[in-house]
């Protein structure tokens, strides 16, 4: 559906921004609660602590989302996005605000299922919508989420130690199939991780394995990566078929995965571990390697079999040529 009105009766600018701004309030819902909480003054009175994480994201319309989405999915991508972030730190989410950026064009009843969708989410993962601001745009939509949460030990991507094991939920790669859109945050799953001491680091997967295992590789580690333990997922091995590359390489380079990528303290056992994963969530589980300690010449991800620097690691890159 296209985010755009060719009836002019049809466009937020029929409305103006006061009386948008109610429409949208009856869009959201349960999901804004009244003022002073909700949307209504100048800053969200929050009748309880906000927590100790703040994160934030946004949706840009041609970049994370086009036509082809659903308008009640691309609002609950929003809130996804974010609560991506949020189940990578261990922690649970509390409130978020949303900045709109809206061309004079943007259509109605898209917007309306687009908040649809949003409330929707929020309500289903306990997170209030406490307001926001309204902008008109020349390009867009385009939306920005920020958002609080809470952990009682937030997980860190600097944690890992040499020796540590590598471990990643889900499947990888493909998500342009339609998992960008359809994903679930691994919310149960950072909570159950935070829990354990042993957890040492995390990070959610949003720009590829290749990328974001690098952000867990702090000056002086490397990564001995078990390429044949990464787990691909149908769609990777489809797209594969198409493009010419690898489904490991799609794996490690469309990004928009949402899955966890975390270290558990080498001294750990392994199968029990695992033993204990499986008896807490559904999730899959894959373990496929190693944090080691590397010299400034080497390569920072080898090959577990051969020795030799895994190429292709570039992830998705923003603001590339």
């Known amino acids: ?96 605000v949303m900045s709109a950026f809206l061309p004079p064009a943007t259509s109605l009843a898209w917007l309306e299922h687009f908040c649809r969708g949003l409330a929707d989410c929020a309500g289903q993962y306990a997170t209030a919508l406490v307001g926001g601001d309204i902008t008109e745009s020349s390009e867009g939509p385009g939306f920005s989420l920020a958002i609080t949460g809470y952990a009682a030990r937030p997980l860190l991507r600097s944690g890992g130690q040499p020796g540590d094991r590598l471990y990643v939920t889900g499947a990888l790669g493909g998500s342009l199939r339609g998992r960008h859109l359809d994903f679930v945050p691994r919310l149960a799953e950072g909570r159950w991780l935070a829990a354990r001491p042993d957890v040492r680091a995390c990070i959610d997967l949003t720009d590829g394995l290749g990328k974001d295992l690098n ?20 769609a990777a091995h489809d797209i594969a078929g198409e493009s010419g590359e690898s489904a490991f390489w799609h794996a490690c380079n469309d990004g928009e995965d949402y899955e966890l990528l975390f270290t558990l303290d080498g001294a750990t056992d392994p199968v029990g571990f695992e033993r204990a994963w499986s008896n807490a969530v559904d999730t899959p589980l894959a373990r496929i390697g190693n944090i080691r300690a590397r010299a400034a010449d080497e390569a920072a991800v080898i090959d577990a079999a051969s020795g030799k620097p895994v190429g292709n690691l570039s992830g998705y890159t923003h603001l590339g040529a």
């Open 215 to 234: 952000a867990l590789l702090r000056d002086g580690l490397g990564a001995s990566l078990d390429t044949a333990a990464v787990p691909l997922s149908r």
């Open 1 to 96: 559906m296209s985010p755009f009105a060719e009836s002019s009766a049809g466009r937020v600018a029929a409305l103006g921004e006061v009386a948008l701004l109610e429409r949208i309030r009856s869009w959201l819902g349960d999901a804004m609660p009244p003022a002073p909480e909700g949307m209504g003054d100048d800053c969200a009175v929050l009748s309880r602590p906000a927590g100790n994480l703040f994160a934030a994201d946004s949706l840009l319309y041609a970049r994370h989302f086009d036509d082809t989405a659903a308008p009640v999915r691309a609002g609950a991508k929003l809130l996804l996005r974010n609560l991506s972030d949020i189940a990578a730190m261990g922690g649970e989410p509390r409130y978020a």
